[in-house]
């Protein structure tokens, strides 16, 4: 029996930012200061929007919330080179990309807090549901790309899925459909080092995940999830591919979970704060807003501005939910089937009954 390890090859990780925030002049993607700036905007804002759910969390307002910090330039950066024409398949912790793909903000407040209204996406934005279920999304995001080609239409899919969700099988059969079938999908696996208290040693044989990609014929790149300009600029030419007909891409982004796995979840007792102290140096927000100061278009001024306006932002969207999510539990068994089954049926009615007995609207 041949025992020779297999060459898995070895995947170049395109990082453009480095740690110390130093620009890799040769891939500057040339983004416009206006560009940079709205970039920046977006990581403040979807950090201020992970620090007041977090809190609001805490004090009994919201179900529960998988929070995102360190991550927001991995999510960001697969949102950003997409045009309103292009769909978008988020996972749970998606929030960063949702806010800036056009869902407000309320509804993700409303979503999180168990109000239905909250959980379809904009009817102007092309975004799909995300699934609890994890990977299940990832073949109905490919077949949504399946329909633009039929359908001729030059647009692509970006699916976001987890280092956890990469063992599903789905994920698997939707990775080989695509190569197979040129699907116009970029699957952008976003490996934040743990699923829940697995860390990726324990989910994979392999160092990397990139290398699912290649088995599969899938062209493949790891990028520096916690550089913005690494991560669109690998997604923009994915996205162009894709567009241009010529089939999936995988896009490995390396980046890590620094806080919660959701609100139910606590790190301490299967991770120590030695893991997590390397990855407070490679903030993406601190190292983006050092390239930016450097390049002379923000200053510590602007920087606390923005800051102090995404928050005002946020506590806005928190006040007009409160006014607005009105609890209606007579409509709790609504929503799911077309026609409910006799057994939810009578549960219903037991339900109802009760609400009468106790008075409630
Ligand atoms: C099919 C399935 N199995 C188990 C779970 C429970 N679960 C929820 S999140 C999660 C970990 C996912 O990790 P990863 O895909 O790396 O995403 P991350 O949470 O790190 O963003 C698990 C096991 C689930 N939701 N769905
Ligand atoms: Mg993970």
Redesign the pocket.
């Known amino acids: 029996m041949d025992t020779t390890p297999i060459d898995l090859g070895h995947i170049e990780v395109l990082q453009i930012l480095d740690e110390h925030a130093q620009l890799d002049e040769a891939l500057d993607p040339g983004y416009a200061p206006e560009q940079l700036l709205r970039m920046h905007r977006g990581l403040v804002l979807t950090r201020a929007f992970d620090q007041r759910m977090l809190t609001m969390q805490r004090q009994g307002e919201m179900g529960t919330f998988?929070p995102n910090l360190g991550q927001e330039a991995c999510q960001l950066g697969q949102v950003i080179p997409l045009t309103r024409d292009d769909w978008y398949s988020p996972?749970y912790?998606s929030f960063g990309a949702q806010i800036w793909r056009g869902w407000s903000m309320e509804r993700l407040f409303k979503l999180w807090s168990g109000y239905h209204e909250g959980f379809p996406p904009p009817p102007d934005v092309n975004d799909l549901p995300f699934s609890?279920?994890?990977?299940?999304h990832v073949l109905p995001a490919v077949g949504v790309a399946m329909g633009m080609r039929y359908r001729n239409e030059p647009h692509c899919m970006v699916v976001n899925?987890?280092?956890?969700?990469?063992s599903?099988g789905a994920v698997s059969e939707a990775m080989n459909f695509a190569a197979v079938n040129k699907a116009p999908v970029v699957f952008v696996c976003?490996n934040?080092g743990?699923?829940?208290s697995t860390p990726l040693g324990k989910q994979s044989a392999t160092s990397n995940l990139a290398v699912r990609g290649i088995g599969f014929g899938v062209p493949t790149i790891r990028v520096d999830g916690n550089d913005i300009l690494a991560m669109t600029t690998a997604v923009e030419q994915a996205a162009n591919r894709a567009r241009n007909g010529e089939g999936p891409m995988l896009i490995e982004a390396i980046t890590y979970?620094m806080s919660l796995?959701t609100t139910a979840d606590d790190p301490t007792v299967y991770r120590s704060q030695e893991l997590v102290d390397p990855w407070e140096a490679r903030c993406p927000i601190v190292r983006f807003e050092t390239y930016l100061q450097r390049k002379g278009i923000l200053d510590a001024e602007d920087a606390e501005r923005v800051r102090a306006e995404c928050d005002a932002e946020v506590i806005a969207a928190r006040d007009r939910f409160r006014t607005d999510a009105v609890a209606r539990p007579r409509e709790i068994f609504d929503h799911i089937y077309g026609e409910l089954p006799a057994e939810l049926e009578a549960q219903k009615q037991a339900y109802l009954d009760r609400l009468d007995r106790k008075g409630v609207e």
């Open positions: 998988a996972s912790r609890i279920v994890i990977g299940s899925y987890g280092d956890g969700a990469s599903q976003e934040n743990w699923a829940i979970r796995h």
